[in-house]
């Protein structure tokens, strides 16, 4: 059975679908919160997210505090090694993309999920700020970092409370610019699935360098197709009448009986 992982970055981040290290810095960012959920669980050997503790009850978190920091420590070459898209990264490409992540800032609405009287709650939230601060680096590339800052907060607290969508390992092996399409345009992230897409809604949220008509006839259809091929869509179809694409998005359980048939 492949691997799952927490993802939770998706239609309301601020971040162009022409630039490839976003789509890097994305994934990393599933990783690391991956690996932070893992080590509060004490489950340190483990990288990859489970569905056991993706439906960890209650219990386990109320005594979880939204702005609580917590940090992890991770090896970077274990990480290269284990983990498709880092394979091609050598030493020093690992170090900057630490770095650099820690330095990117983040402009986006993002909801955090607490606990009312046993109940989840989802309140409206806004961070600006980067992801985490690093604390230390080794030799041996043993990285301590802390989710200490507003966006990590909110990172780590939904990720406890289960605030996020799964996706499939597989997922990572699609093309950056794929990923980027998915989590903006399709990813039905907190019950909420669009069921058409308008090209005026993906160019703004996608920012296509093309003409209309290159993106209705070409760029459109091809990334579409290509979603369908790796049963991250259901079908597509464009309707002449709205003019918009209408789609029907395969959920994560779907794919999971497709990969155990091997289909």
């Not at 601060?133 to 970092?145: P, S």
């Not at 005026?200 to 949220?205: A, T, V």
């Not at 694409?245 to 779907?254: G, I, L, R, V």
């Amino acid at each position: 059975m492949s691997s799952q992982y927490p993802i939770q970055l998706a239609q309301d981040i601020n971040l162009n679908l022409n630039s490839d290290c976003n789509a890097t810095e994305l994934m990393m960012i599933d990783v690391l919160t991956n690996i932070a959920f893992h080590q509060q669980y004490n489950d340190k050997n483990n990288i990859r997210f489970t569905e056991f503790l993706h439906s960890c009850n209650i219990p386990k978190i109320k005594n979880h505090k939204t702005n609580q920091p917590i940090t992890i420590k991770f090896n970077g070459r274990k990480l290269r090694k284990s983990l498709p898209f880092l394979k091609k990264l050598k030493k020093k490409g690992m170090f900057n993309l630490i770095y650099d992540l820690e330095e990117t800032e983040f402009n986006i609405k993002y909801p955090i999920r607490t606990i009312e009287n046993d109940k989840y709650i989802n309140k409206e939230n806004h961070v600006n700020s980067t992801p985490y601060t690093v604390l230390n680096l080794d030799d041996k590339e043993n990285y301590e970092i802390c989710f200490d800052t507003e966006f990590g907060l909110a990172l780590i607290n939904n990720v406890l409370y289960s605030h996020h969508s799964l996706v499939l390992e597989k997922f990572y092996n699609l093309t950056k610019t794929a990923q980027l399409f998915y989590r903006k345009l399709i990813l039905p992230y907190w019950g909420k699935t669009k069921k058409n897409l308008s090209i005026e809604r993906i160019i703004e949220k996608v920012g296509y360098n093309s003409n209309e008509d290159n993106l209705r006839t070409k760029i459109i259809p091809q990334m579409l197709d290509y979603l369908k091929e790796n049963d991250f869509i259901d079908y597509w179809k464009f309707d002449q009448i709205t003019t918009k694409y209408k789609y029907d998005h395969m959920n994560y359980e779907d794919q999971k009986r497709l990969l155990k048939n091997g289909l």
